[in-house]
Nanobody, 113 residues
Framework: QVQLVESGGGLVQPGGSLTLSCAASGSTFSINVRGWYRQAPGKQRELVATITGGGRTTYADSVKGRFTISSGNDMVYLKMNSLKPEDTAVYYC?????????WGQGTQVTVSS
């Protein structure tokens, strides 16, 4: 079992920055890929960024050049710059093992003036 706890969400103005953190505990040795997803009201959950144990990253086209995912010491971070109103969503941390996927409870990010 893996437990994930996110933090760092909040209200930010357009153009601002925010960093999300996710702490993993439990059988973290089994995690192959860590990632961030988001779900806006009325929309499906979508991938934002992922990072492998070897440090390889992937990003959604909508966040490339603005968001940076990083990890270390059973933490995964999402540094978000140049935030836009369309980035408003609940952001979820994800941990993928060979057999299952784990999710955090989510943290709200609201981009508004």
């Amino acid at each position: 079992q893996v437990q994930l706890v996110e933090s760092g969400g909040g209200l930010v103005q357009p153009g601002g920055s925010l960093t999300l953190s996710c702490a993993a505990s439990g059988s973290t040795f089994s995690i192959n890929v860590r990632g961030w997803y988001r779900q806006a009201p009325g929309k499906q959950r979508e991938l934002v960024a992922t990072i492998t144990g070897g440090g390889r990253t992937t990003y959604a086209d909508s966040v490339k050049g603005r968001f940076t995912i990083s990890s270390g010491n059973d933490m995964v971070y999402l540094k978000m710059n140049s935030l836009k109103p369309e980035d408003t969503a609940v952001y979820y941390c994800n941990a993928l093992t060979a057999v299952t996927s784990y999710w955090g409870q989510g943290t709200q990010v609201t981009v508004s003036s």
